[in-house]
């Protein structure tokens, strides 16, 4: 198992390219590995026969670890199969192999007799034959077994897709941090009248988001707020120098959280050119470990699709995430008058074993300061 980045420490093997017993050439891709939501295809380092595949699509191994084992030019395959032993698991086929025929349906009646006023009937009402069980003589399928089916149609089946690479990765990951960690979310609501005035001006400077003020403001805020900069592991908890925010990014089967690496030391616009280089990047699948691994605190936005406040749920071992709702002009009051203004939800998730509520609220106070100057 290769490690791809400094904070690698284990990768999931999402598909076998090669069967035990494949010719392969050095270079030839082998197996899939998925790490921080990130997939890489691994080479053969070697060419050879398969001799070996350790461990089945979905497991997690650490690296270094042996996965697999080439038998060279002048090896037996056989011979060096069995001294690792047999895997845990039967390892599927992989892609493009050929499947197994499907069993036959039951109570298949496609080739039965069906009497005329049936087959009218069935056509009438849309009914396939093939699903009728006939009652008549021979299973003849009758007048009589059209009408139950209409009065009692056969649903279609449900379809049943299994979690794998990312969207697996994103469910193991929830869990994990709903099972190990005491999140606690506080809400409050945000006039960024200002801040929308404030973008429309720069935007007319250089391209930027409302994610990226977020980024700004959060950064500055964490500052004074070290203990939200933090992660937790065990009974330890460290707070960090480096004031790292990891962005969300909606891709077509989950998130990916792309790092801006001491975000507290970089202008606005800096910011926004790295954050916009790290999207597209995620999109295209091209960004590397170290870039969606290491950050100390997350932002998440939600408010693109025309979301006020929702629960995030933490990224261990990250004690804070802050989600971002949409920016709607309502009713307000301002100046001791009730004029329109432009309003945002904010909704910070803790880890309450780490952060109580207090420190939270200031931190998030600091960031509404931080977005109304």
């Not at 396939?128 to 139950?148: C, F, I, K, Q, Y």
């Not at 429309?200 to 003020?213: G, H, K």
Request: charged content about 20%.
């Amino acid at each position: 198992m290769p490690k791809f980045g400094l904070t690698m420490q284990e990768g999931t093997i999402q598909q076998w390219f090669k069967s035990e017993g494949d010719r392969i050439e050095k270079g030839e891709p082998l197996f899939e590995v998925e790490t921080e939501k990130v997939l890489y295809e691994v080479e053969a380092p070697a060419s050879g026969c398969v001799a070996k595949l350790l461990f089945a699509p979905e497991a997690s191994v650490p690296c270094a670890t042996v996965v697999a084992v080439i038998a060279i030019e002048g090896e037996d395959a056989m011979t060096v199969a069995a001294a690792y032993g047999s895997t845990s698991q039967p390892i599927p086929a992989p892609p493009g192999a050929p499947a197994a025929a499907p069993a036959p349906a039951r109570h298949d009646t496609s080739g039965a007799p069906v009497t005329p006023a049936a087959r009218k009937l069935a056509k009438d009402n849309g009914i396939d034959l093939t699903t009728v069980r006939g009652t008549g003589p021979g299973g003849r399928v009758t007048r009589e077994d059209v009408e139950a089916a209409i009065a009692h149609p056969v649903s279609a089946p449900a379809t049943s897709t299994r979690l794998r690479g990312i969207r697996k990765s994103i469910a193991d990951r929830m869990m994990r941090s709903l099972q190990s960690t005491a999140q606690l979310t506080i809400c409050t609501e945000c006039d960024v009248t200002a801040l929308v005035a404030r973008r429309e001006r720069l935007a007319a400077e250089f391209p930027l988001t409302y994610s990226d003020l977020l980024v700004e403001a959060v950064a500055q805020a964490l500052r004074a707020h070290p203990r939200l900069n933090a992660t937790a592991s065990g009974d330890a908890v460290e707070e960090h120098r480096s004031i790292d925010v990891a962005v969300a990014v909606a891709l077509e089967d989950g998130l990916i959280a792309p790092v801006i690496r001491s975000a507290h030391t970089k202008s606005l616009q800096a910011i926004a050119a790295e954050s916009r280089q790290l999207a597209e990047r995620a999109r295209r699948g091209t960004l590397a470990v170290d870039e969606v691994s290491g950050g100390t605190f997350t932002i998440t936005n939600l408010g693109m699709y025309g979301i006020d406040s929702f629960t995030p749920i933490l990224h261990p071992p990250q004690v804070a995430i802050l989600g971002i709702g949409r920016i709607i002009e309502k009713p307000a009051v301002y100046a001791g008058q009730i004029v329109p203004r432009a309003m945002m939800t904010l909704s910070l998730t803790i880890d309450h074993r780490i952060v109580d509520g207090a420190p939270a609220a200031l931190f998030l106070r600091q960031v509404v300061a931080n977005l109304q100057t």
